[in-house]
């Protein structure tokens, strides 16, 4: 079990910051977490590994995170781009230089951007918290959700399009003011 | 191109450039920029503690194999029972080598703790099993430590 206890060393972290934004609070999370590394334990004689032990973990956790969301019936509606941000306008942030309370305000974006992810659908929540927060690749995400590569990488631009609206919507916001 | 892309769509080859362009364009990357920085989640010291219990339970127990070892003599045995199991294991039933990877060596030194509960209990620890089976030249042996583990 020591070895095994290094791996939950190396990975609780990452699969409880992954989970935590999966489900629906924290007491969930913890649960679901527990049972990622239970899982793993109870399955690990027959990890071939054929997808690295990084992906297997995720694997796991992205499974017992639907099954949760599933049960809790918490499910936006899909996103699509009619009707919503015009993804062909150039982007424009308010110039933060100089701005005194530029430090306060990155812990409000990351409020901001945390509000935008709980908003999104389970499916493009999970590519983008893979592939952007957990640096897991195309081909990895696309092992581990059970999807192609190209619908990955539509879910990622989606949810990265509904992440900048969010945002630009807040900024509006705070350079009217 | 892009706008009427669903969530369950497979984008054709041309839809693919563009997801591709857009994806790594400045503003693809601040948005991974702001996920990417968003502060790390750490579980508790009590969710471990309940996680390293959980854990134990689920350990081999040592059964009749062990009631049945004298004391003195146990160790001896079950190293020669370990010899004759392990180098049977290793022509029937040899999991695949994974590859020389610290990843590959947490799975392969689990793999051996497990072993070695199941043979001989308490009694034998993981490395009395590996200094007892010579490892075969596709295994190259890695020496890890804490800050390769924290690399991970």
Redesign the interface.
């Known amino acids: 079990m020591d070895a095994f206890g290094k791996i939950v060393d190396a990975y609780q972290s990452r699969v409880f910051g992954f989970v935590r934004r999966m489900v629906k609070d924290a007491e969930d999370a913890s649960d679901v977490t527990q049972e990622v590394f239970i899982r793993a334990f109870q399955s690990f004689e027959r990890f071939d590994g054929r997808s690295s032990l990084r992906t297997w973990l995720f694997r796991i956790a992205y499974n017992l995170c639907v099954d949760r969301s599933r049960r809790a019936k918490r499910a936006p509606a899909p996103t699509s781009l009619e009707g919503g941000f015009a993804q062909d306008e150039p982007l424009e942030f308010a110039d933060r230089r100089g701005d005194p309370q530029g430090a306060l305000l990155d812990a409000e974006l990351a409020t901001v951007v945390e509000g935008g992810i709980a908003t999104m659908s389970v499916k493009l929540r999970t590519v983008l918290l893979l592939h952007d927060r957990d640096d897991l690749s195309y081909d990895e995400i696309a092992q581990t959700v059970g999807v192609p590569v190209g619908t990955v990488k539509s879910r990622l631009f989606l949810a990265r399009t509904h992440l900048q609206g969010v945002v630009n919507a807040y900024l509006s916001g705070q350079v009217s003011k | 191109m892009?706008?009427?892309?669903?969530?369950?769509?497979?984008?054709n080859a041309e839809?693919?450039a563009l997801?591709?362009a857009?994806?790594d364009a400045p503003?693809?990357r601040?948005?991974?920029s702001?996920?990417?920085?968003?502060?790390?989640?750490?579980?508790?010291l009590a969710?471990?503690s309940?996680?390293?219990e959980?854990?134990?339970e689920?350990?081999p127990k040592p059964g009749l194999r062990r009631r049945l070892l004298y004391p003195g003599f146990g160790l001896a045995a079950a190293a020669a029972l370990a010899v004759v199991f392990w180098t049977a294991q290793l022509s029937n039933d040899e999991?695949?080598a994974?590859?020389p990877t610290l990843?590959?060596a947490?799975?392969s030194?689990?793999?051996?703790?497990?072993r070695a509960a199941e043979l001989a209990g308490a009694g034998m620890a993981?490395h009395d099993l590996a200094t007892l089976h010579k490892s075969s030249p596709e295994e190259p042996q890695f020496e890890w430590n804490e800050l390769d583990?924290?690399t991970?």
């Open positions: 892009l706008t009427n892309l669903g969530e369950d769509d497979r984008p839809q693919m997801l591709d857009r994806l503003e693809g601040t948005v991974q702001w996920v990417g920085n968003l502060p790390e989640e750490e579980p508790s969710w471990r309940a996680l390293n959980r854990l134990r689920m350990k999991p695949p994974i590859g990843e590959a947490l799975v030194t689990h793999r051996d703790s497990v993981p583990v924290e991970l």
